[in-house]
């Protein structure tokens, strides 16, 4: 499983819903129905974590803060990993800070294109 992979489960995307939907399709179907995407509250899971983490963390800003948020390793040699995972153009990779800036950016927007709710302002 990828480190995107991941943060998409420690938010609740997909998981359980989405394999109880597959296994609830009738035997025999050539097709499996179309299964709509649920919204999850990223907004509020964010929120609860900061709220309850004894660091002052702004996720909102940085993909540090929001890797070590949902426990997740935040190192350099992580983030360098999720960046290539996600694309991160090669110019980017050699400054670790435009790197990050990229990296924040594409896992919010990623998160959106997955059904999170992301407020316009942090795409």
Known sequence: ?????????????GGEDKAAAVEA????ASQAAPVAISVVDVMAKMESLAGAHPEKLNWKVSIVDLLKLLG????????????????????????????????????????????????????
């Open 72 to 123: 997740l390793d935040s190192s350099l040699a992580s983030r360098k990993e999720l960046a290539g995972e996600l694309g991160c153009p090669a110019e980017k990779m050699s400054d670790s800070a435009q790197m990050n800036m990229w990296l924040h950016k594409t896992v919010l927007q990623k998160l959106a294109a997955n059904g999170g709710n992301i407020p316009a302002e942090l795409l």
């Open 25 to 28: 399709a009738p035997a025999g």
């Open 1 to 13: 499983m990828g480190i995107f992979s991941s943060i998409l489960a420690k938010l609740g995307f």
